[in-house]
């Protein structure tokens, strides 16, 4: 058995699974990503992906009194009574390089098959799998991963004080890709907890000053205001805006690293960030439509993407992917150049359209425009929502399940049609 350090691998694989989003052809993984893995001989196209990150928090030593106000990514865990990581993947959380991650064959803990070693940004991928059912394993006391990761604890996918093996049973059908196996880590010396200063109120002793009587003077013209910046206001939103009454997003990011996406460039389409913002190119004028997910999932919510186009026309069109129950289906909400949008969904071989093409005046038309794009999905419910403003209410039973999240491009018209991304946020179950 060989350990692998295999995240260009992984690069390709997000490229080649993007590719088959709207490809009939069935291809191997050994055809796709090249010379096999080492190891056990790929026995199928089929393949398992995720990460394993630094779910950060600056841990009080136990039995420390509690701040107020919890240090940045801390939750309180009540069975510890302490504080530990949120399990979220906040933007300045990194992945954990080299752990050894085990696949198993069948139900939890399985028969070992084969291992790989997570890559500096904690990526790993098992490639070359059949259909069938399989086990992840990460164990912290295992002898080459003990010294990587204790002391600590594990908060995704089960917050845990044990230090033991964490594992996540993936069941794969022929020919996909489960992208979305994370594990997060809480180092329990990393970082270093501060105590928040304390202000000890301090007794004035200066004894206070007799008053003594002041004379008035006749009041002076009264001075003229000087000149000083007034301070930008915060955005707001109208009444029917749905962002108006929503707290803290569950999730936000601002695009200021790439962590969260896959992030490809193939013959059709190319998603990387440039200048803090997410760049979509669609390359030729042929309706494809190809998307980047997050590994973020979720059901009921309100998600919304800040998005500009460049230089348009007609059906060229940008939007969100949502309730993806892979990598290769999910719904698509689009809004064109023309001012048009629809509602489909992709199910890896077939495009129904459940609201095609419709007008708006809400939605700004040509060039160089910038849109808010949302969607709110309770069960079969789907609102959808442009620059804060109601388009369509629909009633929808072809998939209201947990899904992954992410945006895509299409051109119709335009050859390299390109926008940008500088917002994604959603809130969980509004």
């Known amino acids: 058995m060989k350990t692998l350090l295999n995240h260009p691998k992984l690069r390709i694989l997000a490229g080649v699974t993007a590719m088959l989003l709207f490809a009939s052809t069935a291809c191997t993984f050994r055809s796709l990503l090249g010379d096999p893995f080492a190891g056990p001989e790929p026995t199928g196209n089929s393949g398992i992906a995720g990460r394993i990150w630094h779910d950060r928090c600056a841990n009080p030593p136990q039995g420390a009194l509690l701040p107020d106000v919890y240090p940045a990514g801390c ?32 139900a939890c803990p399985g028969e070992e098959i084969t291992r790989v070693r997570s890559a500096p940004d904690g990526m790993f991928l098992f490639a070359g799998l059949a259909a069938g059912s399989y086990c992840v394993t990460i164990d912290p006391g295992a002898p080459e991963t003990s010294a990587l990761l204790q002391p600590g604890r594990w908060t995704y996918p089960a917050l845990s004080d044990s230090q033991g093996p964490m594992t996540m049973a993936v069941t794969l059908g022929e020919g996909e890709v489960r992208a979305d196996i994370y594990f997060a880590w809480d180092f329990a010396l990393e970082p270093a907890y501060q105590a928040p200063d304390v202000l000890t ?15 008035t003077s006749e009041p002076s013209s009264t001075p003229q205001p000087t000149g000083s910046p007034t301070p930008s206001p915060s955005p707001t939103f109208t009444s029917e805006d749905p962002r108006a009454n929503l707290g803290a997003p569950t999730w936000e990011d601002n695009m200021e690293n790439d962590g969260d996406w896959f992030l490809y460039t193939d013959e059709h389409v190319g998603f990387e960030m440039v200048d803090g913002q997410m760049e979509l190119s669609a390359f030729n004028p042929d309706f494809y439509s190809g998307w980047s997910l997050g590994w973020r999932r979720d059901t009921n919510m309100f998600l919304e993407a800040t998005m500009s186009v460049l230089t348009c026309s007609g059906r060229d069109s940008i939007g969100l992917v949502f309730r993806a129950p892979d990598v290769s289906s999910g719904y698509l909400f ?59 209410e629909i009633v929808d039973a072809t998939y209201n399940e947990e899904g992954l999240l992410g945006v895509f491009i299409s051109s119709a018209e335009t050859p390299k049609f390109q926008a940008r991304m500088s917002e994604f946020v959603y809130w969980n179950s509004p």
Do not use: F, H
Request: hydrophobic fraction near 30%.
């Open 75 to 106: 939750v309180l865990d009540p069975s510890t009574n302490n504080l530990v990581g949120n399990s979220l993947l906040d933007s300045d959380e990194r992945g954990i390089e080299n752990i050894e991650l085990n696949l198993g064959k069948g």
């Open 201 to 215: 109120p301090t007794q004035d002793t200066t004894p206070s000053p007799e008053p003594t009587a002041t004379a």
């Open 334 to 392: 689009g809004i064109s150049c023309d001012g048009r949008y629809s509602l489909r969904w992709w199910d890896g071989d077939e495009m129904t359209r459940i609201q095609d093409w419709t007008s708006d005046p809400v939605l700004k038309t040509g060039s160089d425009q910038t849109q808010r794009i949302a969607v709110l999905t309770n069960g079969n419910l789907i609102q959808l929502y442009a620059n804060g403003k109601l388009l369509k």
